[in-house]
């Protein structure tokens, strides 16, 4: 009776909304350079001697984009821009560099970024753009607009080794504060879905029930976490 009370008190406290923020270190010193990233950092570190004016980012979710934008944008003084009809886009790119993100997914205007990307040109300036998808995959109906992004320098992100996962997985629970034993890394990492957004959720789920338990982390808790994801994904 007393063991089915405890597995229920904690059940619930599990499923407890967990109010709090970590905020992660988004510096150009947190950058985790490893093979499947080194072209890109090499790439922001090389600004502003870029042999084009517009560089896109590409890679799977969770791979760095955006780490890697932040750490340009502040380095390049740039602006964040919306290249839709009336956003003005195009005056802003001709002022200094400007970044645009997730360009395969945020609805865009074909004429306001062709505008853009000829306003950086003009003007001696850079635009960086992030995206999942290559260029050529993006929904552009303007010939112009896409013979545009046909010039620009496209570098990939690839998708992470095991050594990259592990400083991942390290430096996602560093950002919450918080230390783990490079064993339990090694073996969260033999067994994971070799994705960053897996590592993002393995630590996130981790960390969730380890302040659920009031316990620390530990080998056995991560296999609870890493079969948990192995039924979450036979059920979709």
Sequence with gaps: MT???DKTRRQRAEQ???ALSHDAAI???DLLVAEPVSAAVAMIDAWPHWNAPVV???GPAGCGKTHLANVW???AGAEIIQPKAGAEAATIAATGPVLFEDADRVAFDDNELFHVIN???ENGHSLLMTARLWPMSWPVTLPDLRSRLKAATVVEIGEPDEDLLGQVIIKLFADR???IDDRIVAYIVARMERSMQAAQGVV???DHLALARGTRITRNLAAEVLESFSTDDAED
């Design 3 to 5: 063991e089915t009370l």
């Design 56 to 58: 896109i980012l590409t």
């Design 16 to 18: 407890l909304p967990l």
């Design 177 to 179: 504060q918080l230390h």
């Design 27 to 29: 510096g150009r010193e």
């Design 204 to 206: 996130e789920r981790l």
């Design 119 to 121: 306003s950086v040109r």
């Design 73 to 75: 944008r502040e380095k």
